[in-house]
Antibody, heavy 118, light 110 residues
Framework: GQLVESGGGSVKPGGSLRLSCAVS????????MSWVRQAPGKGLEWVGR??????????DYAAPVKGRFSVSRDDSKRTFYLQMDSLKTEDTALYYC???????????WGQGTLVTVS | QSVLTQPPSVSAAPGQKVTISCSGS????????VSWYQHLPGTAPKLLIF???RRPSGIPDRFSGSKSGTSATLGITGLQTGDEADYYC???????????FGEGTKVTVL
């Protein structure tokens, strides 16, 4: 499978940005999807996930982004999204999308898209 | 501060073995499967181990995983210069309702 992120860029604190993750090469409609980020000089940090629609489509978020970020999917476009609102400087990071196997393992990853909040 | 604890770094000579520990609790490792990732900053992380000890297709058997109670371990044998990277453990945390990662361990080949 292939995952390609887009939508990153530079934004001021308090601003919004929407990231997209275009998926090809596997059955997207049954895939659980997740966003993971890496801030400069830091480790990997999970952001959020969405289950497949056949599995209910529920979402979960990490505490630092809950209430500000939301994940969604458009199975017809084979695309997964991360809407980021009320951005803070600490949201500056390289954002990766990934498929989530069995709810615990991130098996396929994109190359990442950079978000800078300053 | 991560809920999963890893050593900051490990090192060994080429051909030798290293092990990386990942310590958690009953709300994460103790009741969920553990995964391990290899990451070179700026590139896509790679899944090395899932379901505690299973390797995805294409991952050599030099990489192995194990779990006991609330701890997990990644082993790398026959160390190669290409193995120099950051390694992360990860699992679901039932109390947090989210995925959690360890802080990462930098592997250096001497």
């Amino acid at each position: 499978g292939q995952l390609v992120e887009s939508g990153g860029g530079s934004v001021k604190p308090g601003g919004s940005l929407r990231l997209s993750c275009a998926v090809s090469g596997f059955s997207f409609s049954y895939a659980w999807m997740s966003w993971v980020r890496q801030a400069p000089g830091k480790g990997l940090e999970w952001v959020g996930r969405i289950k497949s629609n056949p599995d209910g489509g529920a979402t979960d978020y990490a505490a630092p982004v809950k209430g500000r970020f939301s994940v969604s999917r458009d199975d017809s476009k084979r695309t997964f999204y991360l809407q980021m609102d009320s951005l803070k400087t600490e949201d500056t990071a390289l954002y990766y999308c990934a498929t989530l196997y069995d709810g615990t393992a991130l098996d396929f990853w994109g190359q990442g898209t950079l978000v800078t909040v300053s | 501060q991560s809920v999963l604890t890893q050593p900051p770094s490990v090192s060994a000579a080429p051909g030798q073995k290293v092990t990386i520990s990942c310590s958690g609790s009953t709300s994460n490792i103790g009741n969920n499967h553990v995964s391990w990732y290899q990451h070179l900053p700026g590139t896509a992380p790679k899944l090395l181990i899932f379901d505690n000890n299973r390797r995805p297709s294409g991952i050599p058997d030099r990489f192995s995983g194990s779990k006991s109670g609330t701890s997990a371990t990644l082993g790398i044998t026959g160390l190669q210069t290409g193995d120099e990277a950051d390694y992360y453990c990860g699992t679901w945390d039932t109390s947090l309702s989210g995925l959690v990662f360890g802080e990462g361990t930098k592997v250096t080949v001497l």
